[in-house]
């Protein structure tokens, strides 16, 4: 399984910018999809949970302001973040898990989100 993120940059905050995450390797929409992020001397944190079924889940930090989705037929998962904060910076990291099937857990390489004040 092979994952891109695409979408990354710099932005201003208030702004607005929507992560892409192309997956190939794999029977797509039978995967979890998840968003993870990092910032500097943090340890990694979930951020937004898509399951095979398009059940959503979110991160407290980022409720009403991200949403994630996926279209299974371009085998891509999406964040959109709006209403952005400086501490929303960190490398955003897509990640494919299926939960009854053992070491499924694949990550991409991830893309940095700096939000300046």
């Known amino acids: 399984v092979h994952l891109v993120e695409f979408g990354g940059g710099l932005v201003q905050a208030g702004g607005s910018l929507r992560l892409s995450c192309a997956a190939s390797g794999s029977i797509f929409s039978r995967d979890a999809m998840n968003w993870y992020r990092q910032a500097p001397g943090k340890r990694r944190e979930l951020v937004a949970a898509i399951t095979s079924g398009g059940r959503t889940d979110y991160a407290d930090s980022v409720k009403g302001r991200f949403t994630i989705s996926r279209d299974n037929a371009k085998n891509t998962v999406y964040l959109q973040m709006n209403s952005l904060k400086p501490e929303d910076t960190a490398v955003y990291y897509c990640?494919?898990?299926?939960?009854?099937?053992?070491?499924?857990?694949?990550w991409g390489q991830g893309t940095q989100v700096t939000v300046s004040s």
């Open positions: 990640n494919a898990r299926r939960s009854a099937v053992r070491d499924y857990d694949y």
